[in-house]
Each structure stands twice: as structure tokens, then as C-alpha cells.
Nanobody
Framework: VQLVESGGGSVQTGGSLRLSCVAS????????MAWFRQTPGKEREAVAA????????SYVPSVKGRFTISQNKVNNTMWLHMNSLQPEDTATYLC?????????WGQGTQVTVS
């Protein structure tokens, strides 16, 4: 499985971005897709996760109400809609996928909020 992210960039405080992740390869059976973020010196943090079979989403408290994770099962695309961005959201955002947790990772896309 290969994951490719896009949509990162620089935005002012309060702005919005939409990240995309396209999965390719043998994607049958994938039940978990998620967005993580990482900043230098900090542990990788799960921002939002989607459990495909139950259509359930979960969010880290700091982004609830601001970020929305969604997917298109037909074309294996996942998005992270980010609103009301804050400087503390600055990070490299990585797409992850798996069966019960993350085992496949994308390369990441940088989001900078200033």
C-alpha cells in the first residue's frame, strides 16, 4: 500500500486547509485510516482517525470542532479539513492506514500556521 499526501502549505492564523491522501496498491481490507502530525522533538500525534467498517471517526481533543476527517471509499481518498488553524497546528502531517492501526505511512506534508 502506498500513501501520498497533498494539500499542505502556509496559512495565517484562523485560516483553513484541506489535506488529501490517496491510497494505492493492495488496499482491500484496510479498515483504519488516520492523520498524524509530528513536530521536531515531539512524539508523533494521532490527530484524527477513521474506522471504515463502522464509519466512526475520532479526534484528539485539541482539534475537535475544527478538523474533520472524511473519505471516498470508491477512489481510496481521505481528506482532513482543517479550520480555525492555530500556530500550534504547525507540523508535518502524515497519512496512515492499516487494519486495526497504522502500518502504512505516507511521506508527510508540511502545514505552517503563522
Amino acid at each position: 500500500v502506498q500513501l501520498v499526501e497533498s494539500g499542505g502549505g502556509s496559512v495565517q492564523t484562523g485560516g483553513s486547509l484541506r489535506l488529501s491522501c490517496v491510497a494505492s496498491g493492495y488496499t482491500n481490507g484496510l479498515n483504519y485510516m488516520a492523520w498524524f502530525r509530528q513536530t521536531p522533538g515531539k512524539e508523533r500525534e494521532a490527530v484524527a482517525a477513521l474506522y471504515i467498517d463502522g464509519d466512526r471517526a475520532s479526534y484528539v481533543p485539541s482539534v475537535k470542532g475544527r478538523f474533520t476527517i472524511s473519505q471516498n471509499k470508491v477512489n481510496n481518498t481521505m481528506w482532513l479539513h482543517m479550520n480555525s488553524l492555530q500556530p500550534e497546528d504547525t507540523a508535518t502531517y502524515l497519512c496512515a492506514a492499516g487494519y486495526v492501526g497504522p502500518i502504512y505511512w505516507g511521506q508527510g506534508t508540511q502545514v505552517t500556521v503563522s
